[in-house]
């Protein structure tokens, strides 16, 4: 199974790595986003393996949880797409494209 990622996933993995460096830990910020990905690496031979978005109740729209984040994604039947990664205490929304 084929995993891309938004725009927006992008963004706010290279945002965890800067908050981090703000906080004068960079290495955490490396670390986190290296756990994250290597998570997120799972879903190839494992795509329904997060859950379904509660926000959403959308079947095609889960999430997998690496405390203290969620990486949401839309699988289909070929592919998977990273949408975001957000601090699990935040109200999911997603932008339009």
């Known amino acids: 199974m084929n995993i891309s990622f938004s725009k ?14 703000e ?3 960079p290495q955490i910020g490396k670390d986190f986003v290296v756990a994250i990905i290597e998570h997120i690496e799972t879903l190839t ?11 959403f109740n959308d079947k095609l729209i889960r999430e997998l949880i690496y405390p203290p984040f ?15 990664v957000w601090r ?3 109200l999911l929304t997603l932008a339009d494209k």
């Open 8 to 21: 927006s996933a992008i963004e706010d993995l290279k945002g965890i790595k800067a908050y981090y460096l």
């Open 23 to 25: 906080q004068g830990v």
């Open 45 to 55: 031979t494992h795509p329904d393996i997060g859950r379904i978005v509660p926000e």
């Open 70 to 84: 969620r990486v949401v994604y839309l699988r289909d039947n070929k592919s998977i797409k990273i949408i975001r």
């Open 88 to 90: 699990s205490e935040r």
